[in-house]
């Protein structure tokens, strides 16, 4: 599959996403038996974003550390240009594909936003040396230069600026890129028989080598041992719903910086998170989450992952949101988080005390902020 059926997902995800939002539905039976301190939070403020909105808001929605959201719009047509927005909501930037002049035909999708850059993967054509001729419809004829789709990761300035593309030359269709401090690139996907690939990739665009996951996820019709099983999250190809299937799960994973780590989010109850170094070094963390429970973002701070999860209360109740605090060496849950009114799953920016979601209100783009009400110091959860 290539980048540009890989936005059509993302759409189909805002829209499910819209009708989620939609959704308002009270915890699943059995959860409030968790015994988890919960912090109440209250909206402070709500900042409407001064730019025209489109219909749907895609995942995921990032923030910088100046509080800077990055999202991308979409509409029943296709997913807009990524944009920047303002903690007050005044300064919007959009990366435009238009500028992107060192690839043909550029189609951006996954993006990752690091401290002073913005990378997106992107596919293109390549000319080739060999032509076509095609005929016209007035029955004229003309020779076409041949072109191949090739990916590349484009990068823009934090102002809107383009900076330039990298060509890859990958085995796999990547999905997902991550960045690391150093410049050196994390690239998640599959390859043409359904096989998850995760690669360290140079910043240059060299192939370096794959990181193997244990415990990752696996296509179902591919694991033929019990053995096999209880060692990976084993998947059908197509689910019931939206997210359910592996062609869904691997295409709209997420790559998250953590400090000088990068994380590998697999949207699917039971998946662990995956904390890999520059070198390849790999981490596995299992979120003690209840059962069902599909991670749906993942917001990092110092000592704690703050995580937006999803459960199915039933095929008639819908689905319901729970937001957690997480000790990231443990994957226990340290408290949860009560919200006073339904925002969806556009959390943007959190932090254990202050949060900011990007929702759309009577046809508006708004930043809503909220603060916890009673906040333990997050100092008492140090990593190992």
């Known amino acids: ?29 059995g959860d409030s038996a968790l015994s988890i301190r919960t912090s109440a939070l209250e909206v402070v403020s709500t900042v409407e974003v001064a730019a025209p909105c489109d219909p749907f808001l ?28 303002s903690s007050d909501g005044t300064n919007v930037i959009r990366f435009s594909s238009n500028k992107i002049n060192d690839v043909l ?39 076409q230069r041949m072109a191949a789709i090739q990916e590349f990761i484009v990068r823009f300035g934090r102002d809107g600026s383009y900076r330039g593309a990298v060509r890859l030359d990958l085995p796999f269709t990547p999905y997902q890129v991550g960045v690391f401090p150093g410049g050196d690139f994390l690239l998640a996907g599959a390859t043409p028989d359904n096989q998850v690939r995760l690669a360290l990739v140079k910043s240059n665009g060299q192939f370096q080598r794959y990181v193997e996951l244990e415990g990752d996820i696996q296509l179902e019709s591919q694991v033929s041992t019990p053995e096999e099983k209880s060692g990976h999250v084993a998947l059908p190809m197509n689910g019931k719903r939206f997210g359910e299937g592996f062609q869904d799960v691997v295409r709209v994973s997420l790559i998250v910086a953590d400090g000088p780590r990068l994380l590998l989010l697999r949207k699917v109850a039971g998946a662990p998170i995956f904390s890999i170094s520059a070198g390849g070094d790999v981490r596995t963390v299992t979120p003690k989450v209840p059962k069902g429970y599909s991670l749906a973002d993942l917001k990092t701070t110092p000592n704690e992952w703050i995580i937006s999860y999803t459960h199915r209360i039933s095929d008639t109740a819908g689905v319901a949101f729970e937001t957690y605090a997480l000790n990231p060496a443990s994957g226990e849950i340290i408290q949860g988080y009560s919200f006073p009114r339904l925002l969806g799953l556009g959390m943007a920016c959190a932090d254990g005390l202050e949060f900011s979601f990007l929702t759309r209100e009577e046809e508006k783009l708004k930043i809503v902020n909220l603060l916890s009400t009673n906040r333990s110091s997050s100092q008492n959860h140090p990593r190992d």
């Not at 040396?129 to 003309?142: F, I």
């Open 1 to 29: 599959m290539q980048l540009s059926s890989l936005a059509s997902l993302t759409l189909m995800a805002a829209l499910s996403l819209c009708s989620a939002q939609e959704t308002n539905v009270p915890p699943a039976p």
């Open 58 to 85: 895609t995942l995921p929605v990032r923030c910088a550390s100046d509080r800077t959201i990055f999202v991308r719009m979409a509409d029943t047509s296709g997913i807009s240009d990524l944009v920047s927005i």
């Open 105 to 143: 035909n550029p189609k951006t999708c996954a993006f990752f936003v690091s401290q002073s850059d913005v990378y997106m993967l992107a596919s293109g054509s390549t000319p080739q040396e060999h032509s076509l001729r095609v005929k016209k419809p007035n029955g004229d004829s003309e020779e």
